[in-house]
């Protein structure tokens, strides 16, 4: 019933900034935890950043604190990250996705069961 789909990958330089957008489609966003996870070639997918239902808290992965910020509008169903300073480790597929337990917000990419398709994030040294 959720369907996820991302947006505003691309080709970036070192240094630059990306903006990605997740838009989902359903009943169950402003009840859903949401998260940005990535997997870059020959690594296990990883976590990015998360943030409650509600926008009252925010977590992020110690390689992107300070650079990226994650943020969404439930009033038009839509994830968003912003990526500043991107460094070429950055590079991966993106995915947004969705985690209706929201007691906590959880990093493991195991937690989450509402996926979107990935948006590729290349940047050039």
């Known amino acids: 019933q959720v369907q996820l789909v991302e947006s505003g990958g691309g080709l970036v330089e070192a240094g630059g900034s990306l903006r990605l957008s997740c838009t989902i489609s359903?009943?169950?966003?402003?009840?859903?935890?949401m998260a940005w996870l990535r997997q870059a070639p020959g690594k296990a997918r990883e976590f990015v950043a998360a943030?409650?239902?509600?926008?009252?808290?925010?977590d992020y992965a110690d390689s992107v604190k300070g650079r990226f910020t994650i943020s969404r509008d439930n009033a038009i169903n839509t994830l968003y990250l912003q990526m500043n300073s991107l460094r070429p480790e950055d590079t991966a597929v993106y995915y947004c996705?969705?985690?209706?337990?929201?007691?906590?917000?959880?990093?493991?990419?195991?937690?989450?069961?509402?996926w979107g398709q990935g948006t590729q994030v290349t940047v050039s040294s």
């Open positions: 943030i409650r239902y509600d926008y009252a808290t925010t």
């Open positions: 996705a969705a985690d209706l337990d929201i007691r906590v917000l959880r990093r493991a990419p195991s937690a989450y069961h509402y």
């Open positions: 359903g009943d169950t966003f402003n009840r859903a935890h």
